[in-house]
């Protein structure tokens, strides 16, 4: 909501409704095969919350900035959920899991624990193995010197 726009939602009842219709559309979406319709729950987004609610992703995002808002923890709940189904779909679903694992990198600032930063901005993926030892050397050396 950009200054002098009137929120879409004021009660935060029917906003939570409203979150919850989505999940439940989510649940129900079902696939064609040519001969019977099949269960397929598409995944929670944080765009298609969006989109539901008729909201741009920077508005739902301005929706849970004030920490003191009724909308802060109804929003922190659902970007939850969805958070949850993405971390579920990558580990139960092979297919799913590089576009699950990407999502949770991008909208919920996940890392992967194997990357370790060395110094700023150097990944260890970035460097060789002489320059790692080089590195240890030189820390080892300066513990031993603030040791004396």
């Known amino acids: 909501m950009g200054v002098g726009t009137k929120p879409k939602y004021n009660n935060c009842i029917d906003f939570d409704g409203m979150c919850e219709a989505y ?3 989510c649940d129900d979406n079902t696939f064609f095969d040519g001969t019977n319709y099949i269960p397929f729950p598409e995944p929670y987004l944080k765009s298609g919350l969006a989109l539901f ?9 301005l ?27 990558a580990i139960m679903h092979g297919k ?18 194997s990357r370790i930063v060395v110094d700023k901005g150097t990944s260890f993926d970035d460097i060789t193995d002489d320059e790692l030892e080089n590195r240890i050397q030189s820390l080892k050396g300066e513990i031993d010197s603030s040791e004396e």
């Open 53 to 61: 609610l008729e909201l741009t992703t920077e508005s739902l995002r």
């Open 23 to 25: 999940f439940e559309e």
């Open 96 to 113: 799913q899991a590089v576009g699950c694992l990407f999502n949770l990198k991008c909208n919920f600032n996940m890392i992967e624990a």
């Open 63 to 89: 929706y849970s900035k004030d920490k003191d808002s009724p909308f802060f923890a109804i929003i922190k709940r659902n970007y939850d959920r969805i958070q949850n189904d993405l971390e579920k779909r």
